[in-house]
């Protein structure tokens, strides 16, 4: 025993823990939303607008309601009272649709509900949507992929310093380009679902929620019903990038279902509504004008953006977010408008603001760095900012120059050629690009309970959730690192509004947000097991003050004798104790005045192959450096990154949701014809953690690395793309026939 | 998905008779048919399951050597063993590349031989009934034609129909000229591979000359002339699990430059596998160089008519067609 006690047991942080929920998922028994099968449940499937813009003239149900197992079919006139949202102070009562379903009969997007059918079975309910007979008064829609600012509207000036028209007016050298990203539509493999029940006086609603207390809020508002009366249930995610962190219609229509059937009710969103009825990465068109001197230092920087918005809601994709602060820059300016058109909403996707808005404004770095004849790295060295100019403010911690020297080191940047098709292997031709990333660091508002058993083990409770990206895992290792329990020891409950208020899985701030708290709630759970050891009239204890005893490695022991610890678990027990408990609370950074600029930073250094004999445009290879802070996990960490970086691969090369203009469909609604990276098309990726700590934002140091990885990768495909090819892509996704329309038969 | 009924035939010509009756389909893999029901596209009131063949008809899930050295192809083979099978992948090694360049490893596992031939086009419009689609309803209309249309056809297309046929295995059966065998209820039949699609004209809803109840039994083919080789290329967005945007089977004799009996079919660019007999008469005979072969892509897409948005792929199929020979005679 003394021995064991001698050892300090190896901290678990920062190591390449594997998931502590990994083999629930691989052998099929982690219950995602859908899986939960209630005790007379019923199956509801929406039926959606055939139409873009109008109004329904009629909606017969007769034929519906007579196919065999359907109970219900809901619709304007008979769904009864669903009521809106109050105004929302600060950052809570989030949603993006904000209409409640079928609240009026105008049709704004293809695809919009316009009643929903519920039956014994799923077939049922799907044959009674299909018997639904709805017909229209269409009205001409707009999806056009043009973005123009409306007559009579002018821009948003967001941020701005200096004088960006002076400055750019007389520079000598400068670049003017406008840059168009497409509607992308967030495909995790896990549909949306909610399974609604009612016991007649309160919800529990099982949905696929990357922020359950927000949807609980929201849920409860639009059902009228107390917020006590409803629980949220998300305990597994397959994924969401943010399309599953506000509410969406369909969880209404399955709480409203259940209500008036008095059953529960299951509602999966199909692959083909996931297109039209749960957000998307809004439609994009940038103006970025960057100008500078012969030597390359910059002058000016002007960006504006346009974003394409549902005709109901403001969703401003922040296009700006990190142009004030990634370089020195006298003059900036930062400005944006909404451009309505008959689409769904548009929500939060992966890096929403920064990974568009990157693509822009570092597309047009490499572009003057092509002008000005320079290396595109040196000149991003040339321009690093000693402190962040928007905020004037200095950083917490930014290596940036760190980031781009270690990435061309490990890229071999130093053999790259400027000349455009100047590289060549094995009868390829080779790009290679850089482009840098940044997202913010921040704090949400976060709770933690944890209790130390008397068996030893350790139980954290957060009404937080596990998107997929390990939430589990990393909450597992801060308990295990604090108390000194063995990992496996460590039960970790997440993704239910009955636990302690969590932060919502999204801004990539989940980690951060939750150690202090945790910590905290560690902390008092081991005073507790001090105070109950001290206090106790028997044991190794017995009589010594606070002061005289420590915990160490899950043992309680005199001051500095590691020989004299006793395991808590044991301590508990010899008191006849089950368990000691403590709770933690910590507060939100994020909306905060701030007092320090905390974001985290990386560069992406790829490298493609271009074949122009068949016009095969591959990406081969990228080195990813990322300074996020401290890394918990880095297994968990560098499949984040990994992960994002294929996405990136996807956004540069693949993913477009295309509207059909004669209806406004999205058209390419399936996953055979909406493109994503395929394994084969996977480069091999090179991810390094630069690991400084970031102690001003919790006491580990870790910012957030779920969305810095998908930053940069774009524009670094498209500059690596114009190095091959000589042709630069300005509106992604980058396609053979963009390739084609330069290129000679080789 | 509706309703219906579900049988597995018990002999070819039990399966003839179900499959005769008025909205009646055979299943073999699935890989179409169910995923056209799922989304109401097909609505079939009687489903004739033949994978029960199996076992009862010789031959019909093997893949077996002619007495006159040719290949036998059951129409129940899978996908995935016929690309594997040993005497495919080394003298009919088109066949086998172009199966293992489509869909995904798990669907080739499902796909079979007769299936494939009759795979349905992946136009989008066609697959959403919200959408009028003249192949589903003649006479309704054909939003492709100045719609998202980057995928359809640019030769054999209608005022009707610009749909592409979407299989990689039959253009590469087309470039080995396969014999397609049918079973009626007047008995068996052979049909000629270049005669068994049909172009979709004033009548896109009929796709090939399968009359109500035929059923492919087995796809044969001649034994190579020695010196044969054959290659697949298709050129597409990504990778992997996508459709082609064009691609090419290329099947000649070789010697040296020198090409004999060559055979040229492309697929991603026609409503049905395109055989290219006039860029085959540039070739012919030649010496492989790029002038020729130049001529030879200018000749096969002479008769191309792009859509409006895929315009580029009248010189990607010049490409891949002047790619593919190159590598048959190993130049690339």
């Known amino acids: ?131 639904v007979q709805v017909s229209y008064d269409a009205e001409p829609h707009d999806v056009s992929t043009e973005l123009a600012l409306p007559a009579g509207e002018s821009l948003r000036e967001e941020s701005k310093r200096g004088d960006v028209a002076a400055a750019f007016a007389s520079a000598p050298v400068k670049i003017d380009a406008t840059y168009v ?88 969103v199909s692959r083909r509504m996931m297109f039209q009825n749960v957000g998307h990465r809004p439609l994009t068109q940038q103006r970025v004008r960057v100008s500078a001197k012969a030597d390359g230092t910059l002058l000016s920087l002007d960006h504006e953006a346009l974003n394409h918005t549902a005709i109901l809601d403001d969703f401003s994709e922040g296009c700006g977010e990190a142009t004030g602060y990634l370089y020195s820059v006298p003059n900036v300016r930062i400005a944006s408008a909404l451009v309505r058109r008959n689409v769904g909403s548009a929500t939060a996707m992966r890096g929403p603001g920064a990974v ?111 998107v997929g990206t390990g939430t589990y895992t990393v909450l597992a290792q801060v308990v295990a690192d604090k108390a000194g329990v063995p990992l496996d020891r460590v039960e970790v409950v997440l993704g239910d509004t009955t636990l302690p208020p969590g932060p919502i ?98 560069a992406q250094f790829v490298e493609v192959t271009w ?48 509207y059909d203009h004669k209806t406004g469909a999205t058209i390419n609604n399936s996953l055979a014809d909406y493109l994503m990276t395929t394994h084969a098309d996977a480069p091999s990726v090179d991810v390094t953690f630069l690991d400084y700590p970031d102690l001003t934002l919790n006491e580990y140091g870790a910012r957030g690395i779920g969305e810095i990885g998908l930053a940069g990768v774009a524009p670094a495909i498209t500059a690596a793309v114009y190095h091959a090819t000589g042709v630069r892509v300005r509106r992604l996704p980058i396609r053979i026939e963009d390739l084609l329309a330069n290129q000679k038969l080789a | 998905m509706e309703l219906f009924e579900y049988s597995q035939a018990a002999s070819t010509e039990a399966a003839v008779k179900s499959g005769s009756a008025t909205g009646a389909r055979f299943i073999a893999g699935g890989t179409t048919l169910v995923d056209l029901m799922k989304l109401g596209v097909e609505t079939p009131q009687r489903v004739v399951d033949v994978n029960s063949l199996a076992g009862k008809v010789p031959g019909i899930d093997t893949v077996d050597v002619t007495p006159e050295g040719g290949l036998r192809i059951g129409a129940l083979v899978r996908n995935a063993d016929l690309a594997h099978h040993q005497t495919v992948a080394s003298h009919y090694a088109v066949l086998s590349q172009a199966l293992l360049s489509g869909a995904s490893a798990q669907l080739r596992n499902m796909a ?84 068994f699609f049909l172009l979709p004209g004033t009548t896109p809803h009929k796709e090939n000359v399968l009359e109500p109840g035929e059923l492919i039994t087995f796809v044969t083919l001649a034994k190579p002339a020695a010196g044969t080789r054959s290659v697949y290329l298709k050129l597409r967005d990504r990778a992997s699990y996508e459709f082609a945007l064009s691609s090419a089977a290329v099947v000649a004799q070789v010697e040296g430059k020198r090409l004999k009996n060559v055979r040229i079919a492309m697929g991603g660019v026609g409503t049905r596998p395109w055989r290219m007999v006039e860029a085959e008469h540039v070739l012919e005979g030649h010496e492989v160089e790029d002038g020729n072969l130049r001529k030879a892509a200018e000749a096969a897409l002479r008769a191309a008519k792009p859509q409006s948005e895929n315009g580029f792929k009248v010189e990607l199929a010049k490409r891949c067609l002047v790619h593919a020979v190159k590598q048959l005679v190993e130049l690339a």
């Open chain 1, 505 to 602: 899985s999204g801004g990539s701030m989940v980690t951060s947000s939750m150690i202090p708290a945790v910590g905290d709630a560690t902390r008092q759970a081991i005073e507790t097991v001090l105070l109950a050891a001290t206090s106790s009239k028997t044991g190794p204890f017995a009589g010594k003050k606070r002061g005289e005893v420590e915990f160490a490695n899950g043992r309680v022991q005199l001051k500095g004798d590691a020989s004299s610890g006793v395991g808590f678990g044991e301590v508990l027990a010899a008191q006849n104790l089950s368990v000691a408990t403590g709770s933690g609370k910590s507060g939100a950074t994020f909306g905060a005045k701030p007092t320090v600029s905390q974001h985290s930073f990386g």
């Open chain 1, 611 to 658: 074949q122009p004999e068949i016009a095969r445009l591959r990406v081969s290879r990228v080195v990813t450096v990322i300074d996020a802070g401290r890394v918990l996990n880095l297994r968990a960490g560098r499949n984040q990154i990994e992960g994002a970086v294929m996405m990136g691969v996807g956004m540069a090369m693949f993913e477009q949701t295309e």
């Open chain 1, 1 to 131: 025993m003394a021995g064991v006690a001698e050892t300090a047991m190896e901290s678990v942080i920062g190591k390449p823990v594997p998931r502590v929920d990994g083999p629930l998922k691989v052998s099929g028994t982690a219950r995602y939303t859908s899986d939960h099968n209630l005790e007379g449940m019923l199956y509801a499937v929406p039926v959606c607008a055939t139409i873009a813009k109008g109004r329904i003239r009629s909606l017969n149900v007769a034929a519906a309601e007579s196919v065999r197992g359907v109970k219900a079919v809901y619709h304007r006139e008979n769904i009864g009272k669903v009521f809106r949202t109050a105004p929302a102070m600060g950052f809570s009562l989030m949603s993006d649709e904000r209409r409640p379903p079928f609240e009026d009969d105008v049709i704004r997007y293809w695809g919009q509900y316009v009643a929903v059918v519920v039956a014994e079975t799923f077939q049922q309910a799907q044959a009674g949507a299909a018997a």
């Open chain 2, 112 to 195: 079979t031989t007769g299936g494939n031939l009759l795979q349905r086009t992946r136009c989008v419009y066609f697959r959403d009934t919200a959408f009028p689609c003249n192949k589903r309803e003649p006479g309704s209309g054909c939003p492709a034609i100045g719609g998202v249309n980057r995928m359809m056809a640019i030769l054999g297309t209608s005022d009707q129909c610009i749909a592409t046929n979407p299989s990689d295995m039959n253009v590469a059966l087309t470039a080995l000229e396969a014999t397609i065998h049918i079973q009626g209820a007047k008995g068996e039949r052979a049909v000629p591979i270049h005669e």
């Open chain 1, 356 to 466: 568009p808005g990157l693509y822009a404004t570092e597309s047009a770095m490499d572009e003057l760095a092509v002008a000005l004849k320079m290396d595109p790295v040196a000149l991003r060295l040339k321009n690093e900012p000693k402190l962040d100019e928007s905020l004037g403010l200095p950083f917490s911690s930014r290596h940036m120059v760190e980031c781009l020297q270690v990435g061309a080191e490990k890229f071999g940047w130093a053999r790259r050629t400027p000349q455009v098709g100047s590289m060549k292997a094995d009868g390829k031709t080779l790009g290679w690009g850089v482009a840098v990333a940044s997202w913010i660091a921040a704090r949400f508002d976060c709770e933690a309970k944890v209790e130390l058993r008397a068996d030893g083990s350790a139980r954290v409770a957060c009404g937080t959730q596990d």
């Open chain 1, 181 to 268: 990203t497409p509607a992308e539509t967030h495909n995790p493999i896990e549909l949306h679902a909610s399974v609604a029940a009612w016991d007649g006086q309160s919800f529990t609603l099982y949905e696929t929620s990357q922020a359950v207390w927000n949807q609980r809020e929201v849920l409860a508002q639009m059902l009228g019903v107390p917020l006590d009366n409803v629980r949220v249930i998300s305990r597994f995610l397959g994924s969401g990038f943010g399309g599953k962190l506000w509410p969406w219609p369909h969880s209404v229509l399955a709480a409203v279902a259940a209500r008036k059937l008095n059953r529960p009710v299951k509602l999966v």
